[in-house]
């Protein structure tokens, strides 16, 4: 009998104090966030983030009495629920990409509580069934599931929080026991759509894609539809490309080259960067980064939080940050890996993909390897919606972590 088991209704003790601990850090560093020089919005955040805290609480010791068999039930239900906020959200939304809900004194961001939906849906789905998908037709269920909430936030619009349901399907697909060949099939019109601004480059993909359909040869209308998908995929790369809004457009180039224009849209990358670089070995000291101090960091206590833990911590600090998100992503996945309930098991691993997809984009754009996508880093910025969606699935693998 393990340790966890012997701590009724908790589950994995270990993972429960992880959690706290780096939600603690996380308010410790939005509080360090709002001391500037110059009053901005990050002023006195940190008090807000604490009430949502207590509230992700409450939503972590709810789920976590859910059942597995009843959160499979409930699934349905909902998600259901979901793709109606994340309709609803495109008629009434608020907020600078009109993708928030106003409820009373709070405000909601139904494409966080989609993500846990999508997760619990096709755990149901796929969980069941794994192995037997010897044809990308099998896949059509998981792919309608996350292909609606998708589009929807798409049309938010939200490439972020896109991603995060591209990367759902795929750990779904490959904790079902999906072959890894068939999961890259899919994504590879993905890939065509990014490289399509360039015909020379998407020819040499598709030239690639092709290439592993003969040397494969699964059935023929599959390797059609692969095909035929990447075409389109690459003849619709300038049309999605002149929907997107013009900030997201500048954040893609600004990737590029921070550099064309570094006093406007390259602004957040430049200053991040060298905030980051500033740090040094143990950093300016807490709450007093010089970059964030002067307000020349941007978006200070959200998506470029990491970047005031460098700057003020230095390289000290964010080894100490990221050995606890290694813990942490280790204990999710050991709880998925010995439950041996299929459902949970996905729920668990999902989860998993969602924590490891929001820390290695936000690192990423923090130091400039990727765009700036404003997906948060997890525990640590400010945001109460992902913060309780959060919770609410680390409830979900307790009790997983409870049942195994």
Partial sequence: MTVSRRIPGIGDPTLLALIVLLTGLGIAMIYSAGQVDIRSLATGIWLRQLTWFAVAIVALAVTSRFSIRFLEWLAPLFYATSIL??????????????SWLELGPARVQPAEVAKLATILMLA?????DRGG??????????????????????RQPDLGSALVYAVILIAALFWAGVPLFRIFLLVTPGVGL???????????????????????????????????????????????WNSLADYQRNRLLIFLDPEIDPLGSGWQLVQSKVAVGSGGLLGAGFAQGPQKRLAFL????????????????????????????????????????????????SVAFCVFAVLFAHLAVNLGMTIGML???????????????????????FGMVQRVAWEK
């Fill in 85 to 98: 906020l994340l309709l609803l959200v495109l008629v009434i939304g608020t907020g600078p990409s009109g």
């Fill in 371 to 393: 765009p700036i996508t404003g997906l948060p880093l997890p525990l640590v910025s400010y945001g109460g919606s992902f913060l309780v969606v959060l919770y609410a699935g």
């Fill in 194 to 240: 990014l490289l399509g601004f360039n015909w020379i480059v998407w020819g040499g993909w598709f030239l690639i894609v092709a290439t592993c359909l003969y040397i494969d040869r699964p059935y023929m209308p599959d390797s059609v539809g692969v095909l035929l998908a990447n075409v389109a995929a690459g003849a619709l790369t300038l049309p999605v």
């Fill in 124 to 128: 149901r789905v796929l969980g069941g």
């Fill in 298 to 345: 941007p978006e200070q206590h959200t998506d470029f939080i990491f970047s005031v833990v460098a700057e003020e911590l230095g390289f000290v600090g964010v080894a100490v940050f990221l050995v606890l998100f290694a813990l942490l992503l280790y204990r999710v996945l050991r709880t998925a890996v010995d439950t041996e309930d299929d459902f949970g098991g």
């Fill in 133 to 154: 998908y010897d044809r990308l037709v099998m896949l059509w269920k998981p792919l309608l599931l996350v292909v609606v909430p998708l589009g929807l936030v798409l």
